[in-house]
T-cell receptor
């Protein structure tokens, strides 16, 4: 079984400041890891994903995340927040290999203060 | 491509009424899912399907039924709605063909209120 923990249901940053959203996972087998973003009144869309290979993954809109196996973490970062980054962010995990169900975290709402 | 579409976008029901939510995808994906989203609880999987004619229970299936008669459509039914089913419902689809990694594509959601 796998699980995801997102630390902080709400995070506030100033425009131009570093964005750091935390995600820790548990999985009994090597995982695939995802970050999704949800803008108000919309569905989720993929930001980035880790499958195999390079542990630093770059996504859309300047976001990136690093897979750290020793820390079972997959934190999302962006060097400089923009007002348009205000949204809810979901971390998700699924075991690698074949079809497996995805488990989503409870989400972190990012507020960007001008 | 329209991607994943959901019908209706909004609905208000009275307790005990029934309704069907329709999800359609035009990406030829094998897998389809129904989630509900509630504040502070993230997304919870209701039912899913790994192919036409097959369905399976997810994390919170009670009170819901599903059908997938055609590959592109996945229907979610509420036979007797309860206030606890007030939520936002999302449909998603994904594919593992050609080494895919099961990225899910989401519809815009249906906001359901049960009075």
């Amino acid at each position: 079984a796998q699980s995801v923990t997102q630390l902080g249901s709400h995070v506030s940053v100033s425009e131009g400041a570093l964005v750091l959203l935390r995600c820790n996972y548990s999985s009994s087998v090597p995982p695939y890891l995802f970050w999704y973003v949800q803008y108000p009144n919309q569905g989720l869309q993929l930001l980035l994903k880790y499958t195999t290979g390079a542990t630093l993954v770059k996504g859309i809109n300047g976001f990136e995340a690093e897979f750290k196996k020793s820390e079972t973490s997959f934190h999302l970062t962006k060097p400089s927040a923009h007002m348009s980054d205000a949204a809810e962010y979901f971390c998700a995990v699924r075991p690698s290999g074949g079809y497996q169900k995805v488990t989503f975290g409870t989400g972190t709402k990012l507020q960007v203060i001008p | 491509n329209a991607g994943v579409t959901q019908t209706p976008k909004f609905r208000v029901l009275k307790t005990g009424q029934s309704m069907t939510l329709l999800c359609a995808q035009d990406m030829n994906h094998e897998y389809m899912y129904w989630y509900r989203q509630d504040p502070g609880m993230g997304l919870r999987l209701i039912h899913y399907s790994v192919g036409e004619g097959t369905t399976a229970k997810g994390e919170v299936p009670d009170g819901y039924n599903v059908s997938r008669l055609k590959k592109q459509n996945f229907l979610l039914g509420l036979e007797s709605a309860a206030p606890s089913q007030t939520s936002v419902y999302f449909c998603a689809s994904s594919s593992l063909i050609a080494g895919g990694t099961d990225t899910q594509y989401f519809g815009p959601g249906t906001r359901l209120t049960v009075l």
